[in-house]
């Protein structure tokens, strides 16, 4: 299992609530944005390949 | 069928709905343990709501409203079981602001009534929000056997350990 990452925990906690909740938020919505991209690439390749296979 | 984009959540507004419309919750899960420190990454809203007549109301008022529908691993949308509101099963919904876990009980079957001594209010964006605390969560996970929980429980118990570190070096939370 990993290693917990002390400095990170310590830099939350210099946050404010509201702050950390602030950038889980913009942190999901990144990974989301990543994680969708991907899925198109993904798709757009399968396409071609297929196609290249007609 | 594609499968559906995940919406991603927006907090301000799904906690300035929940907070207008009256509704009693406790924050749960991993958005309670991201407000008190712990640097782990959630994508939805879990809830413990209380079970009086007047607030099942107030939810389903709620869910209708912001077109909530059960999130399932299809594309199918179906309406969101209100029955589920009155005991300790769980409703999985989807929302046009991103995804809510509505939970009747958590782990030991806790529910709201139980809960609600053990929480932290917390400022979010001019609304209070009632989060359960830290070391509460710390315990529940120590129970939990899903991978994924006790992955996070490390995590969680050295937030924990590092705000009992500085609430003993008398500094701020």
Redesign the interface.
Known sequence: MGVVDKGLIKMMLKMTPEERLDYNVKTAKTVLELRNALRKTKTIRVRKVNRKAE | M??E??R?????KLIEKLNKAGIKYILVGG?AA??????V???DLDIVHEKSVTNIQKIKDLLISIKAYQRRPDNFKLKPDFDVLQGTGHMLLSTQYGPIDILGAIEKGLGYDELIHNINK????GFEMH?LDLKTLVELKRESKRPED??RL??LE??LE??TE?DAAGLK?
């Open positions: 594609p499968l984009k995940q991603p959540l927006e907090l301000e958005m991201v407000a008190q420190g712990s640097p990454l959630t994508f917390i400022e979010f964006h989060v006790k992955q490390k995590i050295e937030t590092q705000i500085d939370m």
